[in-house]
């Protein structure tokens, strides 16, 4: 049995919305903002293909991420913020790390052509511990859904969510870029607690910069949104465990002075015990809004360079 009971498009059509203050906010600043993993909007098919309740497939969620970025918004920053549920799909995936076992209907050319496209991906696949395009595992929880998904629908979701999703993004990175002559990518999500040190006597990262290794942004631009964490008491790691994952891979460019940082923030440090925004989320929105100044500034200083050079 199989599950293609779908509609063709996302809901109203859309894969995002886009947070801005005013209609000028390219000319503001050569910084984005994104965040691709809080969307909540869960459509009723998804729901009744689930062996999960929506409550558990929340877990999959950088929960209530999106509101981190509404500082940044009211100072002049756009954010392009994903409506589609992780569960729906994973726009932090390339679209060929897929669980091929979970599709139906697959033609045997596009399952060749997927094959080849995941010997080539330049980081292991995450599908292979259930957490790839469309994800199909759920640690302490086991299978998500019921039955397969049609290849149709899985590719409707990537045609009409994820390259949406990114062409949009894509769009607004190039427009800063031609306008600035750089720009700012910030990926924002949220982590878990992460364990503290085998001693105990380390405390645990509450903000995880990645860069992937150097390969999306410089070490003086991760240097100066690391400073910035530590100036609000944060314990600040970079690149462990988290170095960023398709959003930098896709997006950042250095030939066209397109950089991407990936900023992972401790849920503890915004929310409750309950998962629901707690009274310190506010200063949260205020550290992510000097993150996006800090990184407006490194960009501005080095045009100034370039320009002197």
């Known amino acids: 049995m199989t599950y293609n009971n779908a509609p063709a498009h ?19 600043s050569p910084v984005i903002l994104s965040v691709p993993h809080a969307g909540r909007d869960y459509p009723q098919y998804i729901l009744n293909n689930a062996r999960l309740p929506q409550n558990a497939l929340q877990k999959l969620e950088d929960r209530y991420a999106d509101q981190l970025v ?25 679209p060929a790390d897929i669980d091929l076992s979970n599709l139906t209907a697959l033609p045997r050319d596009m399952r060749k052509q997927i094959l080849a496209q995941q010997q080539e991906l330049p980081y292991a696949m995450k599908a292979n511990a259930g957490l790839g395009l469309i994800p199909s595992r759920l640690a ?27 062409d949009a993004l894509s769009d607004r990175l190039t427009q800063r870029r031609n306008i600035h002559g750089c720009s700012v990518l910030l990926d924002v999500h949220s982590m878990p607690s992460l364990p503290r040190g085998r001693t105990n006597a380390q405390p645990s990262a509450q903000i995880v910069f990645g860069n992937r290794h150097g390969a999306s942004a410089d070490q003086s631009l991760m240097d ?38 990936q900023i992972e923030f401790d849920r503890a440090l915004y929310l409750d015990n309950c998962g629901e ?5 506010g200063q949260m929105q205020s550290l992510l809004c000097d993150m996006a100044n ?16």
């Not at 203050?21 to 503001?28: P, Q, S």
């Not at 500082?71 to 799909?89: L, M, N, T």
């Not at 800090?294 to 050079?309: R, T």
Request: proline share 2%; hydrophobic share 40%; net charge neutral.
């Open 224 to 261: 100066i949104l690391a400073h910035t964490a530590r100036s609000y008491g944060l314990v600040v790691e970079q690149n462990t465990p988290y170095a960023g994952g398709y959003v930098l891979s896709r997006h950042a460019d250095s030939r066209r002075n397109i950089q991407a940082v």
């Open 294 to 309: 800090a990184a407006h500034d490194y960009a501005s200083s080095c045009l100034k360079v370039q320009a002197a050079e």
């Open 277 to 281: 925004p707690a009274s310190t989320i």
């Open 70 to 94: 509404s500082k940044s918004v009211e100072a002049g920053y756009c954010a392009i913020i994903a409506r589609a549920p992780r569960a729906w799909i994973d726009l932090n995936r390339d």
């Open 10 to 28: 996302f809901v109203d059509d859309k894969a995002y919305w886009v947070r801005r203050n005013g209609d000028d906010d390219a000319l503001i």
């Open 140 to 166: 302490g929880y086991g299978d998500i859904w019921r039955t397969q998904w049609h290849w149709d629908d899985v590719k409707a979701r990537i045609v009409n969510t994820h390259a949406i999703y990114h």
